[in-house]
């Protein structure tokens, strides 16, 4: 396959998103109204792997990028194209290298709504709606029920018990992913019966800071390990990425007054992504869109 799309007036290669200046990406994700800072970059640099199309001179027209947990899943996001090229077709060829990088893995992502068609003519198939509910926390939270059981902070003992709680919500093992994503966050775990049941993570991103990923077997846990970050981001933004809908943990973050600001659509090709179960643990809360 090529690694090189002519348009209409230029040529694009392919270059590894490691060797280009974060400055560049940065100035991507800007134009198209996306909240990555250079950190936020950086960071998805360290956790999964990507490709950017560039011109003659450098420039960076687009970007895609692959996070690969295991051999036999991978998920993907950043694929953005500049407003120059969006409408050239680099986003189909972007998607095309991933798909040769990712060989035979079943993928998941979460489209916007822009891309929603090309993922379909891609072969992806929908599976759920994400709600990007953020805002700036006041002061008081709403009440929470009676918590069952015990919250604490994360230590290196609970990080292996964290990783395999989250196998079981999120399908596959992402234990690398988690030990990147602990490095500069807040993580709480709620303990009962002697066992974590549930784990929370607060770190920065963007505007402010993300809660996610929120693994929880019901909507009470889930909503004890979100308030327990909400309530230390007073005055500050804050932002949950959620496929809940309706139900008690919506309407808890509702009544924190954080509003829905966009959504997008999870796809998978390959095999199903989403499969929850009753009275079993489940990913309440997104690391972010790309990592889901």
């Known amino acids: 396959m090529g690694r090189s799309v002519r348009l209409k007036s230029f040529e694009l290669v392919a270059r590894d998103i490691r060797d280009v200046d974060v400055k560049l990406l940065h100035a991507l994700s800007i134009a198209v109204g996306w ?31 692959w996070f690969p947990h295991g051999r036999e899943f991978a998920t993907i ?36 709504d822009a891309a929603y068609h090309l993922y379909l003519s891609l072969g992806f198939t929908k599976e759920a709606v994400v709600y990007q509910w953020q805002g700036e926390i006041v002061s008081p ?5 009676v918590l069952d059981g015990e919250l604490r ?25 988690l030990a990147l994503l602990s490095e500069g966050a807040s993580i709480c775990v709620l303990r009962r019966d002697g066992k974590t049941v549930g784990y ?32 230390d981001l007073t005055g500050r933004f804050a932002r949950v990425d959620t496929r809940e809908q309706t139900g008690l943990f919506a309407d808890y973050l509702q009544q924190s007054r954080l509003a829905i600001s966009e959504t997008v659509t999870t796809m998978s090709k390959g095999r199903r992504f989403l499969n929850r ?7 309440y809360g997104l690391a972010a869109h790309a990592l889901s």
């Open 35 to 65: 909240p990555h800072r250079p950190k936020d970059w950086d960071f998805l640099r360290r956790a999964g792997q990507g490709i950017v199309a560039v011109d003659g001179i450098g420039r960076v027209f687009g970007s895609a990028m």
């Open 77 to 112: 996001g950043l694929v953005l194209t500049s407003p120059r090229t969006q409408a050239q077709g680099t986003g189909r060829w972007l998607m095309e290298q991933v798909f040769e990088r990712c060989e035979d893995r079943n993928l998941a992502l979460n489209s916007t």
């Open 141 to 145: 939270l709403p009440p929470t029920s």
């Open 153 to 177: 902070s994360a230590s290196a003992e609970t990080l292996n018990e964290i990783a395999a709680l989250d196998e079981r919500a999120f399908g596959t093992s992402r234990r690398e992913l």
């Open 200 to 231: 929370s993570m607060k770190r920065e991103f963007g505007r402010g800071h993300v809660i996610g990923p929120i693994v929880a077997s019901n909507d009470y846990d889930a909503i004890h390990l979100t308030a327990v970050h909400l309530k």
């Open 277 to 283: 179960k009753e009275n079993e643990p489940w990913v």
